[in-house]
T-cell receptor, first 118, second 117 residues
Framework: KAGVTQTPRYLIKTRGQQVTLSCSPI?????VSWYQQTPGQGLQFLFE???????NKGNFPGRFSGRQFSNSRSEMNVSTLELGDSALYLC?????????????????FGAGSRLTVL | AQKITQTQPGMFVQEKEAVTLDCTYD???????LFWYKQPSSGEMIFLIY??????QNATEGRYSLNFQKARKSANLVISASQLGDSAMYFC??????????????FGKGTHLIIQP
């Protein structure tokens, strides 16, 4: 079956602009989460959506937002871009997201969207 | 708060040798999951192996096994018979479970593994 698809793969923006990234999860997966990866901070959790509801959120400013649609596809938006927002943004999906001890909690990641802010 | 520590920033290993990548964790959650992911230069995170905190046996997946020592809070990844294609960044991660919903993954800083012919 098809994996997690992220678009666009690469994009360049300038400071102050906004950006929207898209993620299509594996068919049947209802949980979608987003992560930011930078050389300095490593991999950091942004937020998780399940059945169109944000269920969990990491420690990021309000400029970072997201949403999930009824077909489980998700988008994340970053407004008023800063140079420090340059990163690889990874989307991951899982079947349920419930229960840390469950094997169903395994996240499958997409290839990422690499954002460069100039 | 959860924390993952990977103390080996980089490792060089000869092809066909076994490799152990270290991972220690800290959490107050009674139930949690531990994961290892591989990230080649292409950027995609590839799931390798999973260990639940209540699992009695160490997880194995083909050439990958997880040496889980709960009392020591360690979850080392063992790769047997390493191959050139194993060269990549390796991340240890954990996920707790607070308030009914699974938390986001907490990642370590990673280990850059290079397999030499």
């Amino acid at each position: 079956k098809a994996g997690v698809t992220q678009t666009p793969r690469y994009l360049i923006k300038t400071r102050g602009q906004q950006v929207t990234l898209s993620c299509s999860p594996i068919s049947g997966h209802r949980s979608v989460s987003w992560y930011q990866q930078t050389p300095g901070q490593g991999l950091q959790f942004l937020f998780e959506y399940f059945s169109e509801t944000q269920r969990n959120k990491g420690n990021f400013p309000g400029r970072f937002s997201g949403r999930q649609f009824s077909n489980s596809r998700s988008e994340m938006n970053v407004s008023t871009l800063e140079l420090g927002d340059s990163a690889l943004y990874l989307c991951a999906s899982s079947s349920s997201g419930q229960g840390a001890g469950s094997g169903a909690n395994v996240l499958t990641f997409g290839a990422g969207s690499r954002l460069t802010v100039l | 708060a959860q924390k993952i520590t990977q103390t080996q920033p980089g490792m060089f290993v000869q092809e066909k040798e076994a490799v152990t990548l270290d991972c220690t964790y800290d959490t107050s959650d009674p139930s949690y999951g531990l994961f290892w992911y591989k990230q080649p230069s292409s950027g995609e995170m590839i799931f390798l192996i999973y260990q639940g905190s209540y699992d009695q046996q160490n997880a194995t997946e083909g050439r990958y096994s997880l040496n889980f020592q709960k009392a020591r809070k360690s979850a080392n990844l063992v790769i047997s018979a390493s191959q050139l294609g194993d060269s990549a960044m390796y991340f240890c991660a954990m996920r707790g479970n607070s308030g009914g919903g699974a938390d986001g993954l907490t990642f370590g800083k990673g280990t850059h593994l290079i397999i030499q012919p």
